[in-house]
């Protein structure tokens, strides 16, 4: 009996390593050749066969999902450490320049996801504690006096769309060049530099419909949600 108990934990722990061997190929795969690399290379990378993949996941979508899974619980431990120390504004600064460093990183799996966006609800929880932590450190900011007090956690969402196009086009040439833009933005959101905005922060409503726009752009494909009326 015991035996067998051994043994079915030691399929399931093979099962979760050869997952796990598979997720980590093709991030890598993809990041090299592309989105529309093949299964074989894939595979090959993970030292896995054809038919491990597809026990594990029977279509792309089922991969691009558990992808997204491992990005969005790398950005939640982001900003996690960001609201371990006693620093507010350090923690916000230490969020910016890792969250651009985890895009500059993944180049291509950034346009995978934004190319097959997550079907809707998958990791909503996860999400939706990446805002909480976000708006719980961007509170602890304001509080200290450092940061101007009509920034929310939508015009955050923007300035990190802000510096993708930095990021690639900077790439192969100067790649710390968006540290120097960083340093700018930063020094834009104190206080002491802020000015009244003419217009008010975008509602969750919006970012959501401005987030399937960018896609849109990009892709030339939209989802289910419709745009809100402009204001």
Known sequence: MI????????????????RALVV????????????????EAIVER????????YRHFPNGEALVDAIFAERTAEFLEVIE????????????QQLLEQMVVLQ????????????????EG????????????SEQLLARVRA???????FTYADLTMLFWSLRPILDATADIAPEAWRRH??????????????????????????AAATQCLRAERFGRRTRTERPRAR
Do not use: H, W
């Open 182 to 207: 960083l340093n700018f933005v930063l020094d834009g959101l104190r206080p002491q530099a802020a000015t009244r905005s003419p217009v008010p922060p975008l509602t969750a409503e919006e970012l």
């Open 46 to 53: 993970a030292g896995v066969g054809t038919g491990t993949l």
């Open 24 to 39: 980590a190929a093709a991030r890598a795969v993809f990041a090299e050749q592309g989105i529309d690399a093949s299964v």
């Open 3 to 18: 035996a067998t108990a051994r043994a079915s934990e030691n399929l399931r722990s093979d099962a979760r390593r050869n």
């Open 104 to 119: 500059r990183s993944d180049r291509v799996l950034k346009e995978l996801l934004m190319r097959y966006p997550p079907r």
């Open 81 to 92: 450490r960001a609201l371990v120390g006693d620093d507010p504004s350090c923690g916000l």
């Open 144 to 150: 200290e006096g450092a940061l101007r007090a009509d």
């Open 122 to 133: 998958l990791f909503s929880e996860t999400r939706a504690r990446m805002e909480q932590l």
